[in-house]
């Protein structure tokens, strides 16, 4: 009986939704260029936040604090590190906003 009962969930589970279908189709006329580009600005950003500054403590602290200037713990200078990569980046998707907000107000002079 368990086994029938979960077949007929995952059947229902796994059909789509008409009302899903048509909020995607509505969704993808109201993208247009502009908003697929803010997406994509997101994405990169997103990635990056999520992978650099990781990457940069671990080799901030394996090769430059404790490989190269010798320290014995190199963790407290390479968190310091890692703080100023992301604010680095947190600066940069703020100038880069900015900038694309500023370029879409410029008025067009009409001759």
Request: proline content about 4%; overall charge positive.
């Given at each position: 009986m368990?086994?029938?009962?979960?077949?007929?969930?995952?059947a229902?589970?796994?059909?789509?939704l008409?009302?899903?279908?048509?909020?995607a189709?509505?969704?993808?006329?109201?993208?247009?260029?502009?908003?697929?580009?803010v997406?994509?600005?997101?994405?990169?950003?997103?990635?990056?936040?999520?992978?650099l500054?990781?990457t940069?403590?671990?080799?901030m602290k394996?090769y430059?604090f404790?490989?190269?200037?010798?320290?014995?713990?190199?963790?407290?200078h390479?968190?310091?590190?890692?703080?100023?990569?992301?604010?680095?980046?947190?600066?940069?998707?703020?100038?880069?906003?900015?900038?694309?907000e500023?370029?879409?107000?410029?008025?067009v002079?009409?001759?």
């Amino acid at each position: 009986m368990s086994l029938i009962f979960y077949w007929k969930c995952l059947a229902f589970v796994s059909r789509p939704l008409p009302i899903l279908k048509m909020e995607a189709q509505k969704a993808s006329t109201v993208l247009g260029k502009k908003e697929i580009g803010v997406l994509q600005i997101l994405l990169l950003f997103t990635v990056v936040m999520l992978f650099l500054p990781i990457t940069s403590y671990f080799i901030m602290k394996a090769y430059l604090f404790e490989g190269i200037l010798g320290y014995e713990n190199g963790a407290f200078h390479s968190a310091i590190g890692t703080v100023v990569i992301i604010h680095i980046i947190i600066g940069w998707y703020i100038w880069l906003a900015v900038k694309d907000e500023s370029a879409e107000q410029r008025p067009v002079k009409a001759d």
